[in-house]
T-cell receptor, first 116, second 114 residues
């Protein structure tokens, strides 16, 4: 069975602060894929990144960076110099390559509020 | 700009009504999905179509009836819904419906059942 845990239900920061959203996962598959999605108040889930289990390189995209560590089963997401437009619910998700088909297992989400 | 579109954006219906939600994708994808999302919860998978064939039905009640007329279009027919079916319904598409594929979501339809 797959499981994704986002222990932080809500985070509130002031603009320009850095913030890290935690994601811990469980899977028995050796091949799996991890995702982060952003859901602003409008409702659409916006794809941010996909990582496969064989690629532990960290990734940076503008103010966003991701730290994937297989040893701790974590795939954390950091926003540098946060902005009000970053306010949203962020979901971490997992697909097991051997057992899940295309079923995404989502974490419960982290509500990020960035205050001006 | 999203390449997955959903209509209508909002829908209010009574328990005896019949209505349909529509989804269209313009990315040439061969897999399409319906999800249901309640407030403050993650999306829950309902159905998956791959190459226009239903490949996954997550034990969804028969009052929800999916239809995939072609690989670009996905409908969800609603009949005799209950108030607890009120939710955000999200459509998504992916290249082939494989685990490796990224799912791209539409903006959703907010459904209220009175």
């Amino acid at each position: 069975a797959q499981k994704v845990t986002q222990a932080q239900t809500e985070i509130s920061v002031v603009e320009k602060e850095d913030v890290t959203l935690d994601c811990v996962y469980e899977t028995r598959d050796t091949t799996y894929y991890l995702f982060w999605y952003k859901q602003p108040p409008s409702g659409e889930l916006v794809f941010l990144i996909r990582r496969n289990s064989f690629d532990e390189q960290n990734e940076i995209s503008g103010r966003y960076s991701w730290n994937f560590q297989k040893s701790t089963s974590s795939f954390n997401f950091t926003i540098t110099a946060s902005q009000v437009v970053d306010s949203a619910v962020y979901f971490c998700a997992l697909v097991g390559g051997e057992t899940s088909g295309s079923r995404l297992t989502f974490g419960e989400g982290t509500q990020l509020t960035v205050n001006p | 700009d999203t390449e997955v579109t959903q209509t209508p954006k909002h829908l209010v219906m009574g328990m005896t009504n019949k209505k349909s939600l529509k989804c269209e994708q313009h990315m040439g994808h061969r897999a399409m999905y319906w999800y249901k999302q309640k407030a403050k919860k993650p999306p829950e998978l309902m159905f998956v179509y791959s190459y226009e064939k239903l490949s996954i039905n997550e034990s969804v009640p028969s009052r929800f009836s999916p239809e995939c007329p072609n690989s670009s279009l996905l409908n969800l027919h609603l009949h005799a819904l209950q108030p607890e079916d009120s939710a955000l319904y999200l459509c998504a598409s992916s290249q082939e419906g494989l685990a490796i594929d990224t799912q791209y979501f539409g903006p959703g339809t907010r459904l209220t059942v009175l």
